[in-house]
């Protein structure tokens, strides 16, 4: 299924970029979930049957990205973002580039019954590797 993207505060898109780094494939990790470490590259992320989504901004060329739901990949490791309460809600999630940029985003903004934002992993572009 393909969404088109019409409002982009509603949604926010962490791209994972997966190129050859030393004769390995760079990887998205996420830790702290859970009592292990979960390690995707862009084909295991792409097995997990996600979804596309199309981009239009202004008057750029659409874009379609690959993406996967940052909830999916939390959940795989044990925290159910929609079932957290009082405190755990607190709880943010530091994205980290290669570049050392980073982001943050509360569980609580992602939960359904509060902000209810989706948070996707995107690691492809235009069918091509980011």
Excluded: C, W
Excluded at 68 to 79: D, F, N
Excluded at 99 to 123: C, H, P, Q
């Amino acid at each position: 299924m393909s969404r088109a993207l019409r409002s982009i505060h509603l949604l926010v898109v962490l791209v994972l970029s997966v190129a050859s780094f030393a004769g390995a494939q760079e990887s998205l990790t996420i830790e702290g979930v859970g009592a292990r470490t979960l390690r995707y590259t862009a084909a295991q992320l792409q097995a997990l049957g996600g979804d596309t989504l199309r981009v239009e901004l202004h008057h750029q060329t659409p874009t379609t990205y690959a993406i996967v739901p940052l909830r999916r990949l939390l959940a795989e490791g044990g925290l159910v973002v929609d079932s957290l309460k009082g405190r755990q809600l607190t709880m943010v999630v530091i994205a980290e580039a290669r570049d050392n940029y980073r982001v943050a985003i509360s569980l609580g903004e992602m939960a359904k019954g509060l902000g209810g934002r989706d948070v996707v992993i995107a690691y492809r572009r235009d069918n091509a590797p980011l």
